[in-house]
């Protein structure tokens, strides 16, 4: 019997026909175990998962490998996606035990949950052999076993713990993190470390924000440089603008296919931040690029943004993405498709497999002559559409409340940014931006209801949903950190107190199941599913851990409220993770950024004005805002928005409000005496 039919994560319904008797993560799978007297096979993954998929066509989709594991475990699937709390605990059990993690990821419990074999990817024939060895193991060395898992335990037990080392997250930290990051740099091909390689999102916005502060030229040549290997490498799909996870390589041209909404955000966020700071064209472009690609290629309306989509097209890499030189004449024509085979990069003997290559960009067109560009983007588009007639990738379209968060974020920035910046480019250039811009804003806003009609439910957040139907998680601290982030980014879109209001009443649902007595987070409430240790990673990672998520949204909160004790509360989180900023600082990249706008201030900026999308005050506001401000701009004393209350017009002209932790400076009403506040 398959009891995955039913679920709402697409990577379970991948294993619903498998010969494998799989349960779901329940109590009652354990119980079954204990009943039978039987190890549990606990197999974790994600549908976007390469390695995943080949495991499961060797070993969960044959009837050799099913019999065995039916006949001697109660096996478990998991979507580390859907249950980050489980995997959490497990992956630190797999490191612990290997040195390494990874997914899939292939863990041998007890009845109870104890993990006392733990490991990765097993070709078929080493997972039967496997199988056999923990059967017999569990049979005839059952106290070896329970030792094991005991010590298992305690170690996951002491990496997850709270109470350590405190300290405040002041400016010589930030500054050592930086200093530390540009010895880690990558000076050849940008980013950091080499193959495999992944965006460095996070620690790319705490440069920013670190630059902004400190003028520093080194900070920002990393940003700048990063953003442009990346955009010109394979892992930026030239054709419809998503960045693919990582790239194989150190060099950005070889991506893993599969595409992630949580990169894709805050991707969104870097490059919008660095056009607002350099005025850079090829930020803009892929700014826009993405945007558009998250509102046409994620965005499900009514019902959010899809959680990825596949690494594999009909079990092949690269199936949708790679092409020849003959293949571009094909499409193109003789003269373009040799254009086209030049500027991107693509060969005869190939950059990927089989002769095939992954465009790449591999001319300066940005700042080209406008009939070049026009060119490059006619091309772009003929290209496109024939690769949409190709196979395409499958989507993940659970939706996951934290991964949602972000882009509602990002999409507030890159929306209230472009609208209030004017016409940029050629004529085919803006109108393009500016149709980019309003699917982004719908995509956004519809997302943002969403999440507050679907996933809050009875005050508490749900992690995932799915067709419309929010699932049975309980949301987690990055859930809860993530979402109140994108609903405070939604009142200063909106100028409605209703987002505020969420925002808060996720901060206190965070404080009072989530906190730890000494200003740590736990990742799980205290009233979630009790597993075999309770998380509570303080680092960054893929995306912002739990905690500095919702340190984020506490700065962001306090800021819009007046309200000190959400501040202190960010504070006290910070100095958690304060003690390894300076040492590992690529680790800690959201925590610095949020280090950051704590040392800003955050400033806190009112306009007052009848036109909060035209006025030259807002424009001004956005362009030039310090690390992690905080705007809101409508008409004087608008209900629910602090920030308005008891601000008037300055004899009946538009003014400007600007405070810095609470203090404020005189109201103006010139874009230059507002520049000069926040310069």
């Not at 940014?417 to 940029?424: D, K, Q, V, W």
């Not at 996933?455 to 139907?469: F, T």
Request: net charge negative; charged share 20%.
């Amino acid at each position: 019997m398959n009891r995955l039919v039913g679920a709402t994560s697409p990577y379970l319904l991948q294993h619903a026909d498998n010969p494998v008797d799989w349960w779901p993560w329940c109590e009652e799978a354990f119980a079954e175990a204990r009943r039978r007297d039987v190890p549990v096979l606990i197999s974790v993954g994600y549908s976007a998962c390469h390695w995943c998929h080949v495991m499961a066509h060797e070993s969960f989709e044959n009837e050799g490998v099913g019999r065995l594991l039916n006949e001697g475990f109660v096996s478990i699937k998991v979507d580390r996606e859907e249950r980050p709390d489980v995997d959490a605990v497990y992956m630190t059990a797999t490191q612990a035990m290997t040195g390494q993690g990874g997914w899939p990821m292939t863990v041998f419990a007890t009845p109870d949950g104890t993990p006392f074999y733990c490991g990765t990817y097993f070709p078929r024939a080493n997972f039967i052999r496997l199988l056999q060895s923990v059967s017999t193991a569990w049979q005839d060395q059952r106290e070896a076993v329970l030792r094991q898992g005991a010590a298992v335990v305690e170690a996951i037990g002491g990496a997850q713990a709270v109470g350590g080392p405190t300290a405040p997250l002041t400016a010589d930290l930030l500054d050592a993190a930086a200093k530390q990051l540009a010895n880690e740099y990558d000076e050849t091909n940008g980013g950091f470390g080499g193959a495999p390689k992944f965006p460095p999102h996070l620690n790319l916005l705490f440069l920013l924000r670190h630059h902004q502060r400190t003028a520093s030229p080194q900070s920002l040549e990393m940003v700048r440089h990063t953003c442009e290997a990346m955009a010109r490498g394979g892992i930026h799909d030239q054709l419809a603008g998503g960045f693919a996870r990582y790239s194989v390589d150190a060099h950005w041209t070889v991506p893993h296919f599969e595409k992630m909404l949580y990169d894709n955000a805050l991707l969104l966020r870097v490059y919008t931040q660095l056009w607002r700071l350099t005025g850079d064209a090829l930020a803009l472009r892929v700014a826009r690029d993405i945007a558009r690609f998250l509102a046409d290629e994620l965005h499900r309306p009514g019902q959010g943004f899809a959680s990825a989509l596949d690494a594999d097209t009909e079990g092949v890499e690269g199936l949708t993405y790679a092409w020849t030189p003959a293949q571009l004449i094909e499409v193109l024509g003789e003269e373009d498709g040799r254009w086209a085979a030049d500027l991107f990069g693509v060969t005869e003997a190939g950059t990927f497999e089989h002769g095939m290559s992954v465009l790449k960009l591999a001319r300066d067109v940005d700042d080209a002559d406008p009939a070049v560009r026009q060119r490059w983007q006619e091309v772009v588009r003929r290209l496109l559409a024939a690769r949409d007639t190709r196979p395409q990738p499958a989507r993940d379209d659970k939706v996951v409340a934290a991964w949602n968060g972000l882009a509602v974020t990002a999409l507030a920035e890159f929306v209230r940014l472009m609208e209030t910046s004017g016409r940029i480019g050629t004529e085919g250039e803006a109108n393009l931006l500016e149709g980019v811009t309003i699917v982004a804003d719908g995509a956004m806003r519809d997302t943002a209801e969403y999440l507050a009609r679907v996933h809050l439910v009875d005050g508490r957040l749900r992690r995932a949903s799915r067709d419309g139907q929010v699932g049975e998680p309980a949301g987690v601290l990055e859930d809860y950190g993530c979402v109140a982030e994108a609903f405070c980014a939604m009142h200063q879109v909106t100028g409605e107190g209703r987002w505020l209001d969420w925002a808060g009443q996720l901060l206190d649902a965070a404080l009072a199941h989530f906190a730890a007595p000494d200003g740590a987070f736990y990742d799980t409430a205290d009233d979630a599913e009790q597993l075999v240790a309770r998380p509570a990673d303080p680092t960054d990672n893929a995306t912002p851990s739990g905690r500095s998520a919702i340190a984020a949204a506490l700065v962001a909160y306090s800021a819009l409220t007046g309200q000190t004790r959400y501040r202190e509360a960010a504070e006290a989180a910070l100095s958690t993770i304060a003690p390894i900023v300076g040492r590992h600082p690529r680790f800690t990249g959201y925590a610095a950024a949020v280090g950051e706008a704590l040392l800003s201030g955050p400033y806190e900026i009112a306009v007052v004005t009848a036109d909060p999308a035209g006025d030259p005050l807002v424009a001004a506001a956005h362009r030039h805002a310090p690390p992690g401000a905080v705007i809101v701009a409508g008409q004087p004393d608008q209900v629910g928005v602090p920030l308005l209350a008891d601000r008037g017009l300055l004899d009946g002209r538009p003014a400007a409000y600007v405070c810095r932790g609470f203090v404020c400076q005189r109201p103006v009403d010139t874009v230059e005496d507002l520049v000069a506040q926040l310069g």
